[in-house]
């Protein structure tokens, strides 16, 4: 009797574990195509091209701020990365990482940091964390900001937005120049990117919105820092 007992308990105990495994199983399935966003583990650093999302630790050894430590760019969903000149410094220098390995992204930004700003930089930039899980926004057209300003403004179907719309719609930097605002923008027919510079401060100010650019998917917002002159 003890022994049928013992049996019937077994079974039902490999029977819980089954069915407790089950939906992990299920799910490890489910999960299997995002776990890229979430892990950098698995990942081949140095032979990766870098997407959206992607994030790099930065730092120049030769960085003469009193707190060098290093900082995370991030890859935005133009495929480019903005890294600072210096720790606290509004100066960067801007990459394309799109299909660009990690050596080659190291030697672009230590080539325009040496054409402006450094004698001989030693750039350490390391990968730190793959792209993040796709959204069902993903697929939603947007224009990309960058620079004094940043952020990712959706243009939804139907309505239309403009360039002063999208800026004044974020957190605007003491810095900003508004007079001289970089629209960069791809030419469908050939492929080439075209750069309006519009004076954004003037249509806030005048309410003239003649050269109010109306935006399209893909463009890109260059908002550059301010020059002072003493």
């Known amino acids: ?16 574990r089954v069915q407790a495994q089950a939906p ?4 490890s399935t489910t999960n ?8 950098s583990t698995a ?5 990766r091209e870098f997407k959206p999302g992607d994030t790099f630790q930065y730092v120049v050894e030769q960085d003469p701020a009193p707190d060098k430590s290093p900082v995370a760019v991030r890859v935005s969903d133009a495929g480019e990365a903005i890294f600072p000149v210096s720790a606290g410094s509004t100066l960067y220098v801007k990459v394309d990482v799109r299909n660009l390995k990690l050596a080659e992204i190291r030697k672009k930004v230590k080539e325009l940091l040496d054409e402006e700003y450094y004698n001989d930089a030693t750039v350490r930039l390391e990968f730190m964390l793959a792209n993040r899980t796709p959204s069902a926004n993903e697929n939603l057209a947007r224009v990309q900001v960058y620079g004094e300003m940043q952020g990712t403004v959706p243009l939804p179907e139907g309505e239309t937005k403009r360039i002063s719309d999208a800026l004044i719609g974020l957190p605007r930097s003491q810095f900003a120049d508004f007079k001289r605002v970089r629209l960069h923008r791809i030419d469908p027919l050939t492929g080439k990117t075209e750069i309006k510079v519009i004076n ?16 399209k ?7 550059r820092p301010r020059t002072f002159n003493f």
């Open 1 to 16: 009797m003890k022994t049928i007992r013992t049996v019937v308990l077994l079974g039902l105990l490999v029977w819980g």
């Open 217 to 223: 998917d893909g463009d890109r917002i260059e908002v």
């Open 200 to 215: 954004v401060d003037k249509i806030l100010k005048d309410g003239d919105r003649t050269n109010d650019e109306i935006l």
């Open 43 to 47: 990942l081949d650093a140095e032979s």
């Open 24 to 27: 992990a199983d299920a799910a």
């Open 32 to 39: 299997r195509a995002a776990k890229e966003y979430l892990s």
